[in-house]
């Protein structure tokens, strides 16, 4: 981070300059990339998800010979070949949070300020550098975890193929929903400016919430789960059996855009009324 931190204060020593957001956006390229938290969390997702799948579609394959007719039925191997992403969504949910907080508990943040005011634009820049990245390397480890889970799977036992109704869109969506995680924790990060409070909601929210809702009767649970996270992430990947009372897989993305939005909105809102 000090070659990033000396690029700042050398370009916030230029009088007059103003940035769009394109430069904006390039400072930030650089700092994420400087990170080493940036490459140990995509390398955790990598290793999980691609891991994961390895490991429970071999075990599918190898025990499919005495397994139930009822667990044959209801076998989906798009679904069960992304069981890594309750792994891979966190580590791009801190990688979100630390491409914000990791510039608050340096003190960089204000040479960042210094050399782009329009604090707005700095948060908009951060968005869009994180979004982009999480959301080309969520694509290609959900792609590769596809097609590294499914030649695992001889016959008899089913492997599925992107040509196959739902298949391509549930690939699609698990590298989506990774990028719309990383955004939420950019959010987060936002407005709690702590990389501790900030992670700490978001695995609340991700692992804790839905099992605070079994509490709650039936009908409540329903009318709630669907709108969490972790349900929406279950219902997008699945090409064989939607999950019931679930929004649909669009739908789901839809809502996790709009908690994405409003969280950096009312980030960028808070960060331009208070001191850095």
């Known amino acids: 981070m000090s070659s990033t931190a000396t690029v700042s204060r050398r370009e916030a020593g230029q009088p007059g300059r103003r940035y769009g957001f394109r430069g904006v956006a390039r400072m930030e ?6 990170m080493r938290s940036t490459w140990w969390s995509l390398g955790v997702a990598a290793v999980a998800m691609i891991g994961l799948s390895i490991l ?7 025990h499919w010979a005495t397994t139930s007719p009822a667990d044959r039925a ?4 798009t679904e069960n070949g992304y069981t890594g992403m309750a792994v891979a969504q966190l580590a791009m949910a801190v990688l979100g949070v630390l491409a914000v907080t990791g510039e608050y508990s340096s003190g960089m943040i204000r040479n960042t300020f210094a050399a782009a005011p329009r604090r707005g634009l ?12 999480t959301l080309v390397t969520g694509e290609i480890f959900a792609f590769a975890t596809f097609g590294i889970g499914q030649r695992l799977l001889a016959a008899p036992v089913p492997h599925a193929s992107l040509g196959q109704p739902g298949v391509l869109r ?7 929903y990774l990028a719309l995680i990383a955004l939420i924790g950019a959010g987060l990060g936002t407005l709690a400016r702590r990389s501790a409070a900030a992670i700490a909601v978001l695995a ?3 692992f804790v919430l839905p099992l605070i809702t079994l509490a709650l009767p039936e ?5 709630v789960q669907k709108f969490l996270p972790e349900v929406i992430a279950e219902n997008s990947l699945t090409a064989v059996k939607a999950v019931p009372y679930s929004l649909s897989a669009w739908a789901g993305l839809a809502v996790l855009a709009g908690y994405a939005a409003v969280l950096l909105g009312a980030g960028a809102w808070l960060t331009a009324r208070r001191d850095a």
């Not at 429970?56 to 394959?61: F, G, K, Q, W, Y």
């Not at 549930?170 to 989506?176: D, E, K, N, R, S």
């Not at 009908?219 to 009318?223: D, K």
Request: hydrophobic content about 65%; aromatic content about 4%; proline content about 2%.
């Open 219 to 223: 009908t409540t649970q329903h009318a």
């Open 29 to 34: 390229w650089i700092k994420l990339r400087s």
């Open 170 to 176: 549930a690939v699609v969506l698990a590298g989506a």
């Open 74 to 77: 209801a076998f989906d191997p």
């Open 204 to 206: 609340g929210v991700i």
């Open 56 to 62: 429970v579609l071999s075990i599918a394959s190898s």
């Open 122 to 133: 700095v948060i908009a820049a951060k968005a869009a550098v994180v979004g982009a990245l």
